[in-house]
């Protein structure tokens, strides 16, 4: 067929977890659709159970830090 192109590959995002801040590599991770329709990214299970289901508090824990993964990237 003529002036088909074909699809280009896209890059997969960046993502970041929503508890500690990290990166998350492309093909790893967790995703999570809250109750709204928000998509949350989650890097590990310790995120996801200390986000979702002990629903702790980030700034309170010293092994999540977001803001100094933020500060040092």
Known sequence: MRGVRPARAQMPKEMTCAFC??????G?????VTERGEVVWFCSSKCYKNAIILRRNPRKLKWARPWLVRALA
Do not use: N
Request: hydrophobic content about 20%; charged content about 25%; proline content about 18%.
């Open 21 to 26: 801040g990290r990166p998350i590599e492309p």
């Open 28 to 32: 790893t991770g967790r995703m999570y």
